[in-house]
């Protein structure tokens, strides 16, 4: 009786729980059909009428990537600037941070409580409140009382990128030092000891002791700063200048939804052209994603 | 149709230039740091290592945090001193009050439905046999960027007149029970609902995550005894579910209050703050970057701050002491 009831049950349960990620899917699955679809039908009919007349294209992909007109996407040329905003946003916090939190977790010196306890507070700051005086300090330098401390830096063009490593990299220090710090400071101390009186530095123990041993939380923190990077539109509208030059893909996919927010053809292709990526690094991390996100850590 | 490669290539030296520059700064405090005797006093060896961190933080972060909140006391341009005006700019001004309105709307209904729903499905999918694809699907809309999503959501709304076939599939279903067809995004208040929606089927899939690593957490002997004392389902949630994983909620719902302040990406793809769907996020960006309005910009920014400390401190708290 019971195991009958059970199995009733689960079977139940299970059917709730494919229904629920179907309807979960569908919306993507919708915009994927779509994108394939030849223009015109994209925008008169609706796409699961393509079950009934299907009809496939790439030619919304070839537009939306590669057309030169000003009104196509040229996301070709954003796709690449996504890439080279994401590699040194990813690489510099990662590094900094762990510097930072091996110093904070194993060498005893005075004020390191403070320090730490400063840093993690920092994460109080929203990103909203650092924009407008972190952009000043790039096109005005420092000035103190009216002398010019630092000079304007006048990135423009490429240059502007450097603009965008600095700020991802500076956004993403409190919460990097915190998730690598807690888990530096689990690690055996006798390991280090014993390499210490072995005569090893300090540069050596973090290199063959520590690195390897925290591998599996700097993949967590690489993966939650490159889908954090990758997906960011506030940092790069501010930063990147808004040109082909420098911008992410995300600024050039939101303007395209304000001016041409009717040409479903570019930005169903669009869109789905800056999903795939966080899609296959997010599913072939996925492990790694969620033992970082139990460790009850999230970026707000 | 022409790509041109040979136009792209500045970036790439740019990207060359930027990982050589890692390179050496990486090189320089691992070289500093074996150059250093051990010896010495470990403050010389910590300085080297925190140096680049503590200076990207001051610069990033501490020093413009200052300098916002002295910004939030002047006029647009940054010029004179207008004392507390910009705030109360921020409380009296019609469109002002109606971003704090909508704010206050996603900053309820966003955490509680998202935990409610993550709640409801991780009981349903726990020990199902297509668990581990159910969670992925749901979870799957984390990797979208907001942007996309808000792509992905507008044609899911899209609306053609009556008569005419839909191409957005709300309105399509709407049409198939007979209704007219709506234009989802332009009539407040409801639209801010309809953006919500968005945020909460990125967001159900972490919930669901985290709620459900913690439902396989409680002790099996707790859940059997319940069992043998004949505790139904509904009781079994209520009494013995719910009770333990009241953690692992918390932290669903105080990360979400968080994400929810912050949000902006949604709304400007969306409806870009119109039809009275601006949240305080999108306004700030709006005030400073759009209309030169730095101290007003400025004001929005700082009151961020001082919703998200408390939840922030709160978060800290359940954290210690869940260590």
Not at chain 2, 194 to 199: A, E, P, Q, T
Not at chain 2, 215 to 237: C, N, T, W, Y
């Amino acid at each position: 009786m019971t195991s009958v009831r059970a199995s009733l049950s689960s079977r139940t349960a299970s059917l709730v729980a494919v229904l629920i990620a179907l309807l979960w899917t569908t919306p993507t699955f919708g915009l994927l059909l779509s994108s394939f679809r030849p223009e015109d039908q994209i925008k008169t009919t609706g796409w699961w009428t393509f079950f009934s007349a299907p009809a496939l294209t790439l030619e919304n992909y070839q537009e939306v990537l590669f057309g030169t007109s000003s009104s196509s996407g040229q996301l070709a040329s954003f796709l690449i600037n996504s890439v080279v905003i994401t590699v040194p946003s990813v690489l510099f916090p990662l590094a900094f941070a762990a510097f930072a939190a091996y110093a904070l977790a194993w060498l005893p010196f005075r004020g390191r409580d403070w320090i730490y306890i400063g840093i993690f507070a920092l994460q109080v700051v929203p990103l909203q409140m650092a924009l407008v005086p972190l952009l000043s300090f790039f096109s005005e330098g420092v000035e103190v009382f009216g002398l010019q401390v630092l000079p304007a830096w006048n990135l423009e063009g490429t240059g502007r990128f450097v603009q965008v490593w600095c700020a991802h990299t500076c956004f993403a220090l409190p919460l990097g030092i915190f998730l690598l710090h807690n888990f530096m400071a689990e690690l055996p101390g006798e390991l280090m000891e014993a390499a210490r009186v072995d005569g090893a530095t300090h540069g050596m123990i973090f290199r063959r002791i520590v690195l390897p041993l925290v591998a599996p939380a700097l993949a967590t923190f690489a993966i939650f700063q490159f889908l954090w990077v990758w997906n960011d539109l506030l940092v790069g509208l501010i930063f990147a200048g808004g040109t082909a030059e420098s911008s992410p893909m995300t600024v050039r996919l939101a303007q395209m939804a304000g001016t041409r927010g009717n040409e479903w053809q570019r930005l169903t292709a669009g869109a789905f052209v800056s999903v795939i990526i966080p899609l296959v690094v997010f599913l072939s991390m996925q492990r790694y994603f969620v033992r970082g996100l139990l460790t009850g850590s999230v970026k707000g | 149709m022409d790509f041109d490669l040979a136009a792209e290539s500045p970036k790439l030296t740019q990207l060359l230039i930027g990982v050589v520059a890692f390179l050496a700064v990486v090189g320089l405090v691992l070289l500093l740091l074996d150059r250093a005797p051990m010896r010495q006093k470990a403050r010389l060896h910590a300085a080297i290592l925190l140096a680049p961190a503590v200076v990207l933080l001051a610069i990033g972060l501490v020093v413009p945090a200052v300098r916002t909140t002295l910004l939030s006391f002047m006029s647009g341009d940054g010029s004179g001193f207008v004392g507390l005006d910009n705030y109360v700019w921020m409380f009296t001004q019609l469109e002002a009050v109606t971003v704090l309105r909508n704010t206050l709307i996603w900053l309820v209904l966003m955490p509680v439905l998202v935990t409610a729903i993550g709640l409801v499905y991780a009981v349903i999918v726990d020990r199902s046999r297509f668990e581990s694809l159910a969670k992925t699907l749901v979870f799957l809309p984390m990797a979208i960027s907001f942007v996309g999503a808000g792509i992905i959501w507008k044609f899911v709304y899209a609306y053609r007149p009556e008569g005419a076939d839909q191409i957005g599939l709300l309105n399509q279903i709407v049409v198939w029970f007979g209704g007219e067809p709506r234009q989802w995004l332009l009539d407040p208040p409801l639209n801010t609902l309809f953006l919500i929606v968005v945020m909460v089927w990125i967001q159900a899939g972490f919930a669901t995550v985290v709620l459900s690593a913690a439902i396989k957490g409680i002790p099996s002997d707790i859940v059997e005894a319940a069992r043998l004392d004949g505790a139904g389902p509904a009781q079994m949630f209520f009494r013995v579910t719910l009770p333990s994983i009241r953690p692992a909620v918390i932290v669903v719902l105080v990360t979400q209050s968080i994400g929810t302040l912050k949000l902006f990406d949604i709304v400007r793809t969306m409806t870009g703050g119109q039809f009275d769907t601006s949240v305080i996020a999108n306004e700030m960006y709006n005030q400073a970057f759009r209309y030169g309005e730095t101290g007003k910009g400025a004001a929005l920014a700082v009151f961020l701050f001082v919703l998200v400390t408390p939840i922030v401190a709160y978060q800290i708290r359940t954290r210690r002491a869940l260590r």
